[in-house]
């Protein structure tokens, strides 16, 4: 699978940890940094993912702050993406099966390395499941998202 991964500053050691996992595991992994732990705002972050997804460069993304709320607030700004924060293997599992998530927001401060392997197994192991209660909420979450992008 394509993975767009970012992250902000506090998230920086935790985005190193899971694109060696990744990659080992085959995943392509797209880096879009940030390359250190130098000060970054997170909407930069979170709109690198989201344009890799609207560019069809990336299948899904993962994003890294301290808490996760920031990137997941700033990449639900970008038309296409569904992103939550995730501190559970079933809301990584469930979210991506009935709401169609494609981006997984993960706080550092808030969880260790070993649980965020554990969340993003969930996340990619996951599909959709076109289940026709989850196809009509997903396609109301598509209309309101379409009628705030046209005005």
Do not use: W
Request: net charge negative.
């Amino acid at each position: 699978m394509r993975i767009a991964l970012a992250a902000d500053h506090a998230g920086f050691e935790m985005k190193q940890d899971l694109a060696e996992v990744l990659r080992a595991q085959g995943h392509e992994v797209q880096d879009l940094g940030t390359h250190s732990t130098a000060a970054v705002d997170y909407p930069d972050c979170a709109e690198s993912v989201a344009r890799a997804l609207h560019e069809h460069r990336a299948d899904r993304g993962i994003i890294v702050c301290g808490s996760g709320a920031g990137v997941s607030i700033a990449a639900n700004k970008f038309p296409g993406v569904r992103a939550a924060v995730c501190h559970d293997c079933y809301s990584a599992r469930q979210a991506v099966e009935h709401d169609d998530m494609n981006v997984l927001c993960l706080g550092a401060r808030v969880i260790g390395a070993a649980v965020a392997r554990d969340l993003v197994e969930a996340f990619l192991g996951a599909a959709f499941s076109r289940e026709d209660r989850h196809e009509r909420r997903l396609n109301k979450i598509l209309a309101i998202e379409r009628r705030f992008t046209r005005s």
